[in-house]
């Protein structure tokens, strides 16, 4: 890695719902992979600002998060779901939140590191 570039590590953590499905990796509006089912993946970048997008489908995707990859760092983020699935009552009633059904966080600030 050369000193004008960092590393972000995406993690996926196991959800029983969609163990079967992968889901896409969209790096500063590109789609740069695909994530399995409790999988981790690496990706170098320049340093500077990026952004990260997980969609399963065009219904069910992650809000868009912005971070910051400084030179010679690393940026962790993990996604999955967002919490279990609707019951059958929830979806008839149309009390389902599609927009909530996945989650991306950053697990660490953007800081660089030493």
């Known amino acids: 890695m050369s000193g004008d570039s ?17 889901f896409r990796v969209i790096l500063d509006g590109i789609q740069v992979s695909q994530i399995a ?5 690496s990706f170098g970048l320049a340093a500077g ?23 010679g760092g690393t940026v962790h983020a993990v996604c999955g779901p ?5 019951t059958r009552r929830e979806l008839r009633a149309g009390r389902f939140d599609a927009s909530n059904y996945l989650r991306l966080d950053i697990l660490n600030g953007p800081s660089p590191e030493g």
């Open 6 to 22: 960092s590393v972000l590590i995406l993690k996926r953590e196991h959800s029983w719902q969609n163990r079967f499905r992968k």
């Open 37 to 41: 089912d409790g999988q981790e993946l």
């Open 49 to 71: 600002s990026h952004t990260l997008l997980i969609v399963l489908s065009d219904r069910y995707q992650t809000s868009q998060v912005d971070f910051v990859g400084y030179s």
């Open 82 to 86: 967002a919490g279990p699935l609707p």
